[in-house]
């Protein structure tokens, strides 16, 4: 999916446009995180469609819910849609960062190539 260390460093353009991608495909799956959610707690605590989404948008977002559940199945549910969030979280935010994350180190590894290489010319011109 990314450039080789060996290969040229993408062009601004393209490199937008790859962060765009991840940025929508990490938005799906956040929307889809959501969706889990919010029917989940429509149907399992028997909340509003509504507070439903403000509950499972507050857990998503990591900061706890809104509502008390009243049943074992709403408060399981809430416990396992918990730890799935934190995991899409961090999964989402490596795939969002990663383009980012890539180009800097690709470009960090392209300044030691050259710093390599001009030594190594160097050397060679002081050995001949």
Same mark, same amino acid.
């Given at each position: 999916?990314?450039?080789?260390?060996?290969?040229?460093?993408?062009?601004?353009?393209?490199?937008?446009?790859?962060?765009?991608?991840?940025?929508?495909?990490?938005?799906?799956?956040?929307?889809?995180?959501?969706? +889990?959610?919010? +029917?989940?707690?429509?149907?399992?605590?028997?909340?509003?469609?509504?507070? &439903?989404?403000?509950?499972? &948008?507050?857990?998503?977002?990591?900061?706890?819910?809104?509502?008390?559940?009243?049943?074992?199945?709403?408060?399981?549910?809430?416990?396992?849609?918990?730890?799935?969030?934190?995991?899409?979280?961090?999964?989402?935010?490596?795939?969002?960062?990663?383009?980012? +994350?890539?180009?800097?180190?690709?470009?960090?590894?392209?300044?030691?190539?050259?710093?390599?290489?001009?030594?190594?010319?160097?050397?060679?011109?002081?050995?001949?």
């Amino acid at each position: 999916m990314f450039e080789h260390r060996r290969q040229a460093i993408l062009p601004r353009r393209k490199y937008f446009h790859r962060v765009a991608r991840h940025v929508f495909i990490g938005s799906g799956v956040i929307c889809f995180a959501l969706g +889990i959610g919010v +029917i989940g707690y429509h149907e399992l605590a028997g909340i509003s469609w509504i507070d &439903s989404l403000l509950n499972a &948008s507050m857990i998503l977002g990591g900061m706890g819910p809104v509502d008390p559940l009243r049943n074992d199945a709403a408060k399981l549910f809430a416990s396992f849609y918990a730890l799935f969030s934190v995991l899409v979280f961090i999964g989402v935010a490596g795939l969002v960062f990663a383009p980012a +994350i890539h180009r800097f180190l690709h470009r960090f590894h392209l300044e030691v190539e050259s710093e390599k290489s001009e030594r190594a010319r160097t050397h060679e011109k002081k050995l001949q």
